[in-house]
């Protein structure tokens, strides 16, 4: 199935299977009655100390594609923003009765603490601490950035101590600094991104690669001041 469109917030993947439940209706026996349980479709909940769900809180990040998800316990229970998660295991849990599972790992061996969403395709998210720059270090990333592949450029500055891209149109908003020469970047009705910079040697910074669900690796090379 192709799914054709030129919105960034077109979400193909959702609007794929909905296609599919519609013309794959017919193939497939029905369901169990409303109010049933089909076995091995998703354990019942189970209940889990707070010393427990105190393992998982923190913002996880895709490091490919800038989308990030924040977690946090409150009043006894693991929530994904404002919405509660359901325990399925110690490490586990769903998000109401969506076909949706979270899986926890804990840090290893130097690797940080992971998150698999498992929905159509396994996504990794990594837990990662807040990173603090100041004004100083985020005007090492200002300056103008083209992109010869989308025939734009973008500009960056520091602004209200963020560090902010504008295009030649609209604004992007504030670059959040997740690792280092690393950043994420949600722009307003648009699909997150995620910004690495480049450095060559005494040249200092030289481009950023630019990543989203959707592309990899679209360069862009600074311009000289």
């Known amino acids: 199935m192709i799914i054709l469109g030129k919105l960034d917030t077109l979400q193909p993947s959702s609007l794929a299977r909905q296609v599919a439940d519609v013309c794959l209706a017919k193939e497939f026996p029905e369901g169990p009655e409303r109010g049933t349980k089909r076995a091995g479709v998703k354990p019942n909940p189970v209940e889990l100390s707070e010393r427990e769900l105190a393992a ?7 490091l490919d594609t800038g989308a990030s ?3 946090s316990v409150k009043d006894g229970k693991l929530r994904i923003g404002r919405k509660e998660l359901t325990p399925l295991a110690a490490d586990r849990f769903g998000i109401g009765d969506l076909p949706i599972e979270l ?3 804990l840090a290893k061996d130097g690797a940080p603490r992971k998150l698999t969403w498992v929905d159509v395709e396994p996504e990794v998210f990594e837990a990662v601490p807040e990173l603090d720059l100041t004004k100083a270090q985020f005007e090492e990333y200002a300056g103008t950035y083209r992109s010869d592949e989308l025939d734009t450029a973008y500009t960056l500055s520091v602004r209200d101590g963020e560090l902010v891209a504008r295009g030649w149109r609209d604004d992007y908003g504030s670059l959040r600094p997740v690792v280092a020469d690393g950043f994420g970047l949600s722009p307003p009705s648009m699909p997150s991104a995620f910004i690495r910079f480049t450095r060559g040697g005494q040249k200092g910074l030289t481009g950023f690669t630019l990543n989203t669900s959707g592309c990899k690796d679209i360069r862009f090379v600074k ?3």
Do not use: L
């Open 223 to 225: 311009r000289a001041e």
């Open 56 to 62: 998982w809180p923190g913002t996880y990040w895709n």
């Open 69 to 71: 998800w924040e977690f």
């Open 103 to 105: 899986v926890f790992s």
